[in-house]
């Protein structure tokens, strides 16, 4: 069993051209058009860090419902643990940003609005960014213990690395429900500070868990490709299909239930926020939106016979990452931008983060065994053929 994951030359060469491209493309937009500039940066740092933040959280539900058909995968959204303390960095540099981004911090605006001047003992400067440290450092010090009790199990018998990993997973799991809900609302709904959603920030998490592990899953299809996870079977394949397809659907449901409250009240505070996006040059992404996330999967991850093609579930995986740009872009542009545009700078800045993610999630793995062997579950992961009974 090959237990040991090596950057190849080509992973280098396509991980660290993509970067360049991102760097060149973000240094021509900060030049020419840095308001736009500044709201890919946004739109890419979140991206990037749902994403990381729903793959450890995906690793923290394995733990705690000692779940034993996935033990064999969960070094990957470890991984995912590593780029964290690299996306604080980024959004620490946002601050040079802010006013491009958020109209709350402009004060003669504030001075002007009254609903600006209600919130300003939340939506502040000096606040904003102390809340954003707090984030970060309880995101990283509870995904790096949680990694580091795990690899654990690689020097150490017996249940006390796994049970001390299950511990630190439940902690995550609450710590999250409150700092990921202030952080959405943070960093993406107060671009629009005259708008609010109860269910915007629930949305967004379980965007980054659905997305996330959607994630995962393509890594062990290329993985497995390229040699590794040789004991991938269609049982698994279906677990993972399954997951994807019900966070798809609870995805689809938080969409809805946020469109439809909104629009049957027909509050012109709330309705504004989704006629700006229906009508104009927006009217066709936001269809786009529900049929990527939602109805691409639904289609083609419904039948367990399609569901167990490597092939469907990757493309269906790329379908629904391309969904995730695009909900996102729809949640950002109109308020910090202000005008629709897609073009070489959304997609080199995208292309960028890409590579560095990949070089990151690449460089954790190839350092630390890919299956945790010691791992008490592990047996029941590689010969797992529960659905082929």
Not at 72 to 82: G, H, S, T, V
Not at 254 to 260: A, E, G, N, P, R
């Amino acid at each position: 069993m090959e237990n040991k994951f090596k950057i190849t030359g080509a992973f280098k060469l396509i991980s660290w051209g993509l970067i360049a491209i991102g760097l060149i493309t973000f240094i021509l937009g900060f030049i020419y058009h840095p308001e736009s500039a500044w709201a890919n940066y946004l739109l890419n740092n979140y991206y990037f860090l749902a994403l990381a933040i729903g793959g450890t959280f995906w690793l923290a539900i394995q733990r705690i419902t000692q779940s034993g058909w996935s033990s064999a995968y969960i070094r990957i959204p470890e991984a995912f643990a590593n780029y964290i303390p690299l996306a604080a960095v980024f959004f620490v540099l946002m601050w040079f940003g802010f006013h491009d981004l958020y109209h709350w911090t402009h004060e003669k605006e504030v001075m002007q609005d009254e609903i600006l001047q209600h919130k300003a003992p939340y939506l502040n400067i000096p606040f904003f960014v102390i809340r954003l440290i707090i984030y970060f450092a309880i995101w990283i010090y509870l995904t790096q213990k949680i990694r580091k009790v795990s690899l654990e199990e690689d020097r150490i018998d017996g249940m006390r690395p796994f049970e001390k990993s299950e511990w630190y997973s439940k902690v995550y799991i609450f710590a999250l429900a409150l700092t990921f809900t202030l952080a959405s609302i943070d960093w993406i709904m107060s671009i629009d500070p005259h708008w609010y959603s109860t269910i915007f920030s629930l949305k967004n998490f379980l965007t980054g868990f659905y997305h996330g592990s959607a994630l995962i899953v393509l890594i062990v299809i290329i993985m497995h490709k390229y040699g590794y996870y040789r004991f991938l079977n269609n049982s698994h394949m279906i677990d993972f299909s399954k997951y994807v397809f019900i966070l798809s659907i609870l995805w689809g449901y938080f969409w809805f239930s946020q469109f439809l409250l909104m629009w049957y009240a027909n509050i012109p505070e709330e309705t504004i926020y989704y006629v700006t996006r229906i009508e104009g040059p927006w009217s066709t992404l936001f269809w786009l939106n529900i049929i990527l996330n939602t109805g691409v999967p639904f289609v083609f991850l419904l039948s367990n016979y399609l569901a167990k093609s490597k092939v469907i579930l990757a493309i269906t995986v790329v379908i629904i990452m391309i969904g995730m740009w695009i909900d996102l872009y729809l949640q950002i542009m109109p308020g910090a931008r202000g005008e629709h545009h897609i073009g070489l700078l959304e997609i080199g800045s995208f292309l960028g983060y890409l590579g560095l993610f990949a070089w990151v999630v690449g460089r954790s793995m190839n350092k630390r065994a890919l299956i945790p062997e010691n791992h008490p579950l592990l047996e029941e992961s590689t010969e797992h053929h529960l659905h082929e009974l």
